[in-house]
T-cell receptor
Framework: AQKITQTQPGMFVQEKEAVTLDCTYDTSDQSYGLFWYKQPSSGEMIFLIYQGSYDEQNATEGRYSLNFQKARKSANLVISASQLGDSAMYFC?????????????FGKGNQVVVIP | DAGITQSPRHKVTETGTPVTLRCHQTENHRYMYWYRQDPGHGLRLIHYSYGVKDTDKGEVSDGYSVSRSKTEDFLLTLESATSSQTSVYFCAITPGGVTHEQYFGPGTRLTVT
């Protein structure tokens, strides 16, 4: 069974600074996908970034980057130049291997509060 | 905008009553999913569908059933609601492609009293 672990307590980060959110995963599959989602206080789930297990480069999307360390089974999200609008819950997720109907398993989330 | 709507957005119901939540998509995506979100648990998959009349269970399917008679609609039914089913319910779709990321509806907040 797959497992996603996000264990950091709530984080406070100064505006314009970078923040790293930890995510470790457990799988015996060679082919998998990793995702990060943002959930602001308004409640919607927003897709941020994707990393495939065979991707050699770390994924980047604007101010978001994914620090993918396959051997350590780690997929940390880095948010650069934090903005007040980055205050939210952030969820790491992993996709089932091919044939798994693209189901996602989610971690329990990291709370981030950006302070001015 | 992934074109996903959920109805109702909020509902309060009594224990033992049946409840049906609706997820509607406008893009004819094949895969649809129902999750519930509870404090301290993240999102957990209830049921999913990979086509009309093709559904399967997720990790927390007990007490829930689903139906998909049309591509655009995926219904989640609580046959006899219990207080433990008080939660926020999210529907999601996968457009496909290489990454298969999921896009979520706005959520339904269900309270069972």
């Amino acid at each position: 069974a797959q497992k996603i672990t996000q264990t950091q307590p709530g984080m406070f980060v100064q505006e314009k600074e970078a923040v790293t959110l930890d995510c470790t995963y457990d799988t015996s599959d060679q082919s998998y996908g990793l995702f990060w989602y943002k959930q602001p206080s308004s409640g919607e789930m927003i897709f941020l970034i994707y990393q495939g297990s065979y991707d050699e480069q770390n994924a980047t999307e604007g101010r978001y980057s994914l620090n993918f360390q396959k051997a350590r089974k780690s997929a940390n999200l880095v948010i650069s130049a934090s903005q007040l609008g980055d205050s939210a819950m952030y969820f790491c997720a992993m996709r089932d291997p091919p044939g798994g109907n693209n189901r996602l398993a989610f971690g329990k989330g990291n709370q981030v509060v950006v302070i001015p | 905008d992934a074109g996903i709507t959920q109805s109702p957005r909020h509902k309060v119901t009594e224990t033992g009553t049946p409840v049906t939540l609706r997820c509607h998509q406008t893009e004819n995506h094949r895969y649809m999913y129902w999750y519930r979100q509870d404090p301290g648990h993240g999102l957990r998959l209830i049921h999913y569908s990979y086509g009309v009349k093709d559904t399967d269970k997720g990790e927390v399917s007990d007490g829930y059933s689903v139906s998909r008679s049309k591509t655009e609609d995926f219904l989640l039914t609580l046959e006899s609601a219990t207080s433990s089913q008080t939660s926020v319910y999210f529907c999601a779709i996968t457009p496909g492609g290489v990454t298969h990321e999921q896009y979520f509806g706005p959520g339904t907040r269900l309270t069972v009293t």
